[in-house]
């Protein structure tokens, strides 16, 4: 299988990634085994998670997909085969969210509790924090770094001028910098990412992990009319795109 080098943090993934948030919301635990299982069967290794996937269910507190990874690590072993992104930031209750020191602090602990692992290979901020300035976030980033616990960082749902400055800042400061970029971007919804964010790839050699790549599914062509919408998940997602450019 080919590698594919994620900016300079020294990671090398295959050409896709498993997209994490199903584990425990529309795969079950056998069923996301059996996904991973042939996911690393094929040569493949990027899991990409968050600790807030799925606390969106109704009885869900976060933490689940993260929770059925790391059990899956624990039963098949084999840790150093996989890259394993989780992210941070998104709220998981009401004085654990944002990007200050103290939360993400106490938030990789529990991200590496439930991963059951002693390191997290890219760790994301999983959106803007405005309230936290850039270098306290960098700063921690580095604690962590220093300590084993992560290796290197990523930046997901950042504007193009925000994620300039956290590389600006990273370089002033002599801070780790954002090696990653995780956009919302797919053949349908191209506009945010085409654009300012491409150039500052580009110009600055960043990695660039894409979410929503098949569009919620869209793309795959299960879709076709308003009756294979119902009852599914990411109807919601999908109906929005059911017009004449998403079919063309």
């Known amino acids: 299988m080919i590698r594919r080098a994620l900016g300079n943090s020294g990671l090398e993934v295959g050409p896709l990634a498993f997209g994490g948030n199903i584990f425990g919301w529309t795969a079950d635990e056998p069923t996301s085994f059996k996904l991973l299982d042939a996911f690393v069967a094929a040569g493949l290794n990027l899991i990409d998670t968050a600790d807030v996937y799925s606390r969106w269910l109704p009885g869900h507190k976060g933490g689940e ?18 890259v394993i992104a989780t992210k941070v930031g998104v709220e998981m209750g009401p004085e654990d969210k944002g990007l200050s020191r103290a939360y993400i602090l106490r938030a990789v602990d529990r991200s590496l509790a439930r991963l059951k692992t002693d390191y997290i290979d890219l760790y994301q901020s999983h959106r803007d924090d405005a309230e936290t300035p850039l ?27 925000r994620l300039a400055e956290a590389l600006r800042v990273s370089a002033a400061k002599g801070l780790p910098r954002y090696e990653t970029l995780q956009p919302w971007y797919n053949l349908y919804d191209r506009a945010e990412f085409e654009g300012e964010l491409a150039s500052l790839y580009r110009r600055e050699n960043l990695g660039v992990i894409s979410y929503f790549s098949l569009a919620s599914g869209f793309l795959t062509g299960k879709y076709r009319s308003a009756k294979d919408l119902e009852g599914k998940a990411r109807g919601y997602r999908v109906k929005d795109m059911m017009n004449e450019r998403g079919f063309a």
């Open 65 to 82: 997909s993260e929770t059925i990874i790391g059990n899956w690590l624990q039963q098949r072993g084999g840790r150093e085969k996989v």
């Open 135 to 161: 270098e306290e976030t960098l700063e921690t980033y580095g604690q962590l770094i220093r300590a084993g616990k992560v290796r290197a960082i990523g930046a997901s749902n950042y504007k193009a001028g």
